[in-house]
């Protein structure tokens, strides 16, 4: 089975601290992403990469930045967290096999900053 | 833009019944796929079905199935024979380039 596994289930950080979010997958996927779900507005992507070193950014990328110095390991930085970051953050990865391939979930890090 | 609509952010059903979830999308491309996810109280978001632009046919997996209509742009998921099991978040989502664009959700309660 493909496991996209998250760092931390739960956490709290102050405002103005950067927070690390990790994301680790098993199954050799050159795609990954972050989004960031915020109820009734669905997930929404933050950043991608599709190989080592490579991202690009999605639709809300202000406020974030990532890194993916291997291919199995993909990480969301804050650089400096403020209350509106407060949110569920889900990690996904895929294949980039074409339009067919499906995302596999991290279970999300819900993130509180206060 | 791509964007995805789901017009019911809440639904529920009766245990054994059928419900369908509705789910609009816009795109300018020919070729695309559509899936839908889901997404339990444990949070681990899964794939429940995907379905290509250039079939015809509608896709089904066991109890799930979807109505596809490509000049409405519509793609609608269909639950029969409800379970309790099958309560959670619901994610219509649309394939575009190496990315999806996911709708708004919709919260689907199971009573017994």
């Known amino acids: 089975d493909v496991k996209v596994t998250q760092s931390s289930r739960y956490l709290v950080k102050r405002t103005g601290e950067k927070v690390f979010l990790e994301c680790v997958q098993d199954?050799?996927?050159?795609?990954m992403f972050w989004y960031r779900q915020d109820p009734g507005l669905g997930l929404r992507l933050i950043y991608f990469?599709?190989?080592?070193?490579?991202?690009e950014k999605g639709d809300i990328p202000e406020g974030y930045s990532v890194s993916r110095e291997k291919k199995e390991r993909f990480s969301l930085i804050l650089e400096s967290a403020s209350t509106n970051q407060t949110s569920m953050y889900l990690c996904?990865?895929?294949?980039?096999?074409?339009?067919?391939?499906?995302?596999?979930f991290g279970q999300g890090t819900r993130l509180t900053v206060v | 833009a791509q964007t995805v609509t789901q017009s019911q952010p809440e639904m529920s059903v009766q245990e054994a019944e059928t419900v369908t979830l509705s789910c609009t999308y816009d795109?300018?491309?020919?070729?695309?796929?559509l899936f839908w996810y889901k997404q339990p109280p444990s949070r681990q978001m899964i794939l429940v079905i995907r379905q290509e632009a250039y079939k015809q046919q509608n896709a089904t997996e066991n109890r799930f199935s979807v109505n596809f209509q490509k000049a409405a742009k519509s793609f609608s998921l269909k639950i029969s024979d409800s379970q309790l099991g099958d309560a959670a978040m619901y994610f219509c989502a649309h394939r575009w380039l190496d990315r999806n664009v996911f709708g708004p959700g919709t919260r689907l309660s199971v009573l017994p």
């Open positions: 990469s599709y190989d080592v070193k490579m991202k």
């Open positions: 996904a990865s895929s294949l980039n096999g074409g339009l067919y391939t499906e995302a596999f």
């Open positions: 795109t300018s491309e020919s070729d695309y796929y």
């Open positions: 199954m050799d996927h050159e795609n």
